[in-house]
């Protein structure tokens, strides 16, 4: 079975009318409340109910229980057929002997079962895995078995990546949502199960009692280790839910698009953001994402989607890339864009929002705020990063810590010391606060580390600017990252925005080479725009670019090398982001 083929044109045209009615005419028909009204457990206080970003889908099944929730191609779901999809996977789930706290893996593209599995499992108070649909077999397996997960909800297309000897049980989904699919026939189990229960639906699914109890554990990429297990709590993605779904202004009238993998951080939370605002999603099967197909739904409604840098960067560049009729916003993450980047995006209706954060802080967790758009910097200073989320504590920039030792602390306050802000101290980005981490799964020394001084220490580096108030970030890369050239710290990150800027360049990653006299000093991957008359004409290229890049970068900063590459010769993780451990191997075994 091939699964199901997305028509994203014919599928906007039918639901165009959803799109324009109002709450209220498109939920004439009486729903009894109490239909999504899950069980409160015993002994909890008149005044208090604890925290659950399922409670997001249930109210607004209730309110707008006509609207669509879930639309995939040629198929739809509104708010009342989703919540009650959404209760058969939870009571299936039960059906099967999983009790509290088991852990199930979902490994799966932005298909509806990954929407409906979001939903279910903490319905059903398990603990979801997400895992990355481009790992190997042998990077799953691990996951698999550090977890401990006694089940595996997972695409027909990626079955192949599960070991031969798997113990958990196993429901493979083939995408098609009809009768003989074997995922409906699990969702019929649980349908089964609750009516030998007396058919109580999601009266029958008791929340669970203690707020800070273990909702995800979302692995992270490990590029220097084995993958960590960040475990997040119902009321860290609760809060994290609300504040995405400020940040980005969805409404209940916004169409958002998945072009962000859900598995990756449980979708920045954004899958709970979106019922919290009542809005619709829009699924899309490929795992290589589709620019026409993307183009094609922005043209047709489509008001919000996330993506990194790169993404972004091929979206601008694209055929169909004309200024859109209506306002979109999106939420850039996973590296820090280019000012040149913003500026594209901006003229094409693309309103930017430029977010940071790691799977440790339930992703996005500060933003670019306020920039007067009259500003002679303001495409600048919106690549720089500024302050936390509504539900987040304030960002910290602290004094880095001396490799093997403890964190420099104020002799005074006995907190850990913040950079000056003048622009040029780098420091380290350190977080605390309501949407951070438990620590990591089954790691609790790692999880010490990582939490030294009462802070979570994300190990980016950045410098802090004065702006009255307070302060803006500018994002530095990874210390790993930073070019060391004869004592003078060099932003890779810098460097890139100012070579970014030529007319001719479509994108390009800068790291640290090693070199005899300096230590080290800039190279630069370069890829060329489609056209450009310097196709062909590298050499002549690289005087260009150096020459360009000599008329707003200091003379140390200028790259010693600039080489010329195609697209795919730049290693990029599942979310787009560049690999430059690679790049630096690469360039280090040059130097050799």
């Known amino acids: 079975m091939t699964g199901n083929a997305t028509k994203p044109v014919q599928r906007l045209e039918q639901v165009a009318n959803h799109f324009n009615a109002s709450p209220s005419t498109s939920s004439r028909k009486p729903v009894h409340a109490h239909r999504f009204r899950p069980a409160i457990p015993k002994g909890l ?63 799966a593209p932005n298909v509806p079962f990954m929407s409906d599995a979001l939903q279910a499992l903490p319905a059903a108070k398990l603990v979801m895995v997400t895992v990355n649909t481009r790992l190997n077999p042998s990077e799953v397996a691990y996951i698999l078995e550090d977890s401990g997960a006694k089940f595996v909800l997972v695409d027909y297309s990626l079955a192949h990546l599960l070991p031969k000897d798997l113990k958990a049980q196993v429901v493979i989904c083939q995408d098609s949502y009809d009768a003989s699919d074997p995922y409906e026939q699990f969702l019929e189990e649980g349908a089964a ?160 929002v430029h977010v940071y954060g790691l799977t440790e802080t339930e992703g996005p967790s500060t933003r670019t705020y306020y920039v007067e758009k009259s500003s002679p910097t303001y495409y600048r200073d919106m690549a720089r990063q500024g302050f936390s989320f509504l539900t987040a504590d304030d960002i910290r920039v602290v004094r880095l810590t001396p490799e093997g030792s403890s964190p420099p602390l104020d002799p005074e306050t006995g907190d850990l010391q913040e950079v000056s802000p003048n622009g040029e101290e780098v420091g380290e980005i350190v977080f605390r606060g309501n949407i951070l981490m438990q620590g990591y799964w089954r790691k609790e020394e790692a999880t010490r580390e990582a939490f030294a001084g009462g802070w979570f220490h994300t190990g980016d580096l950045a410098v802090r600017y004065p702006d009255g108030t307070g302060v803006l970030t500018l994002l530095l890369p990874l210390l790993a990252h930073l070019v060391i050239s004869g004592g003078e710290n060099i932003s890779s990150l810098a460097v890139e925005n100012e070579l970014a800027a030529h007319d001719d360049v479509h994108e390009c990653a800068v790291v640290a080479r090693p070199h005899e ?21 590298h050499a002549e290229f690289e005087t260009e670019l150096k020459t360009f890049g000599r008329k707003k970068l200091s003379a140390f900063a200028v790259p010693e090398w600039i080489e010329v590459v195609a697209p795919e010769e730049l290693p990029k993780t599942s979310t787009g982001k560049i690999q430059k451990v690679a790049l630096r191997e690469r360039v280090r075994k040059l130097s050799q």
């Open 45 to 107: 206080p008149v005044n208090y109910t604890p925290l659950n970003p399922v409670s997001f889908l249930l109210k607004a099944a209730s309110i707008r229980p006509r609207h669509p929730a879930i639309v995939y191609g040629e198929k739809a779901w509104s708010f009342e057929s989703w919540a009650e999809r959404v209760a058969k996977l939870a009571y299936a789930f039960k059906a099967r002997g999983l009790e509290e706290g088991d852990r199930v893996v979902v490994l």
């Open 193 to 352: 199960y609750d009516r030998k229960l007396g058919g109580k639906e999601w009266a029958g699914l008791e929340v669970v009692k203690d707020e800070e109890a273990l909702f995800a554990i979302s692995y992270t990429s490990g590029t220097t280790s084995k993958p960590k297990g960040v475990m997040t709590t119902f009321r860290g993605t609760y809060l994290a839910g609300i504040a995405n779904a400020v940040e980005a202004r969805l409404t209940d009238s916004s169409r958002f698009l998945w072009t962000l993998p859900m598995f990756h951080c449980v979708g920045w939370c954004f899958p709970f953001a979106c019922t919290m605002a009542m809005c619709t999603q829009f699924c899309l099967r490929t795992t290589t994402l589709n620019y026409d197909d993307i183009w094609t739904l922005l043209q047709s409604g489509v008001t919000h989607y996330n993506a990194a840098p790169t993404v972004q960067i091929a979206l601008v560049s694209h055929e169909k890339a004309q200024p859109l009729p209506h306002d979109v916003r999106t939420i850039i993450a996973g590296a820090a864009p280019t000012a040149k980047l913003i500026e594209q995006l901006e003229k094409l209706n693309i309103a930017v």
């Open 517 to 537: 006299k300096w230590g080290e000093r800039p190279h630069a991957f370069v890829v060329l725009k489609p056209g450009s008359k310097w196709h062909g004409k």
